[in-house]
Every structure is written in structure tokens, then in C-alpha cells.
């Protein structure tokens, strides 16, 4: 089965206290991204990242890291998480044609972030 | 003026109805048009997409896109509580920055 695996899917974390959200697809997708959804905003995109090694900022990149090591995994780092990253985040893969059109564009479940 | 517009609702109709669901954009350039449906926390799932001007249908659901009017606009026939969701529209252009944007999303409810 087409799967995203985000983990983990619920955190309630502290300020400052480094964390990583992991995001794993099976589909042997070369583009991966990360999205945060916040009530009134919408998705708004943190990185995303068109192959292994290669990774670019999105719309609202700060605060946020992410490696691609392995074509596989996308994890997003939050280095020194802050309250005003306290957000629904979204991993999302495709395969590189598909990823304007939006056609087999898979996200995964979500993860709920609190920061306090 | 936002890129792409969306009434966040929520709507409520009886089921059986028939829902339109709509977004407005500024950017002419926009070439792939999508709708995407979001249940109560899950991700977003792609619905049916469209390129350029025209109608799509897909069972219950029409997308229909008005390049003039820079209007796009989702329809579910016979409405169903299942179809209860949020529901995304998403735009984009061919090689600009790899770059989707989404609408806020409009909530839906059907009422049994």
C-alpha cells in the first residue's frame, strides 16, 4: 500500500528542546515536502526537496531544518522549537512529473505539534 | 489581493443536495487547478484535478475551471454525510518554483 509515514503523529514538547518529526514514504518518490497547516492560513510549505542531497526553502522556512540522506525519509528538525511553531505539519511525496499537477501527490497523516 | 481565495464556511446542506464549492485567483498563469478533500485529522487526499479551462467529472464530482472569470468551482451531486470534510482547492504553474498554492480550505457538513 502507497504510503507516508509521519512520526510521531501527537508531541507536546518544551521550548528549546530540539526535536524531529520523521516522514518515510515507500513509493520510491523522488519529491518529498513538508507543510504546516494553521487555522486561518492554510498549508503553507516549510522545504521541500527534489532528490536526495537537494533541499530548498519554501514559504516559511525559518525556524526549520530538514535533511534527505536517502531517498526514502525527509525528516524535519526543529532545532530550538518556539510556541509560534506550535502547528499541524504535513509530509507530502511524488514522483517529480506529478508534482505541479498534483496528480498522486500523497500526504501523510499529520502531525500535532504543541510547543509550550 | 490573495493568490487564490477560499470561503472557509462552514457550509451546511441536507444530504442529497447539491454542493458548489469555490475559489477565486489573481494569477492568470495558473495551468493545473486541483481540489483536495480533508477529513477530521488526516492529510489532505487529491480529488480530482483539471488543466486549464473546462469540466472534469468524476462520479458525483464536476470540477469546472473559468480562466476568464479566474474562477474554479467543485460540485457534489447528491450529496452524501461521508462527503463531510474540508475541502481544498490548489493551483499551480508548470515549472514555477515547484510551487502549489493552496486555498484555506471551505468545511463542509452534510446533514443526515
Known amino acids: 500500500e502507497a504510503q507516508v509515514t509521519q512520526n510521531p503523529r501527537y508531541l507536546i514538547t518544551v521550548t528549546g528542546k530540539k526535536l524531529t518529526v520523521t516522514c518515510s514514504q515507500n513509493?520510491?518518490?523522488?519529491?518529498m515536502s513538508w507543510y504546516r497547516q494553521d487555522p486561518g492560513l492554510g498549508l503553507r510549505q516549510i522545504y521541500y526537496?527534489?532528490?536526495?542531497?537537494?533541499?530548498d526553502k519554501g514559504d516559511v522556512p525559518e525556524g526549520y531544518k530538514v535533511s534527505r540522506k536517502e531517498k526514502r525519509n525527509f525528516p524535519l528538525i526543529l532545532e530550538s522549537p518556539s510556541p509560534n511553531q506550535t502547528s499541524l505539519y504535513f509530509c507530502?511525496?511524488?514522483?517529480?512529473?506529478?508534482?505541479?499537477?498534483?496528480?498522486?501527490?500523497?500526504f501523510g497523516e499529520g502531525s500535532w505539534l504543541t510547543v509550550v | 489581493q490573495k493568490e487564490v481565495e477560499q470561503d472557509p464556511g462552514p457550509l451546511s446542506v441536507p444530504e442529497g443536495a447539491i454542493v458548489s464549492l469555490n475559489c477565486t485567483y489573481s494569477?492568470?498563469?495558473?495551468?493545473?487547478f486541483m481540489w483536495y478533500r480533508q477529513y477530521s485529522r488526516k492529510g489532505p487526499e487529491l480529488l480530482m484535478y483539471?488543466?486549464?479551462?473546462g469540466n472534469k467529472e468524476d462520479g458525483r464530482f464536476t470540477a469546472q475551471v473559468d480562466k476568464s472569470s479566474k474562477y474554479i468551482s467543485l460540485f457534489i451531486r447528491d450529496s452524501q454525510p461521508s462527503d463531510s470534510a474540508t475541502y481544498l482547492c490548489?493551483?499551480?504553474?508548470?515549472?514555477?518554483?515547484?510551487?502549489?498554492?493552496f486555498g484555506k480550505g471551505t468545511r463542509l457538513h452534510i446533514l443526515p
Open positions: 507530502a511525496s511524488s514522483n517529480l512529473r506529478d508534482r505541479v499537477s498534483g496528480n498522486t501527490i500523497y
Open positions: 513509493m520510491n518518490h523522488e519529491y
Open positions: 526537496s527534489m532528490n536526495v542531497e537537494v533541499t
Open positions: 494569477n492568470s498563469a495558473f495551468q493545473y
Open positions: 483539471t488543466y486549464s479551462s
Open positions: 490548489a493551483m499551480t504553474i508548470l515549472n514555477r518554483d515547484d510551487k502549489i498554492i
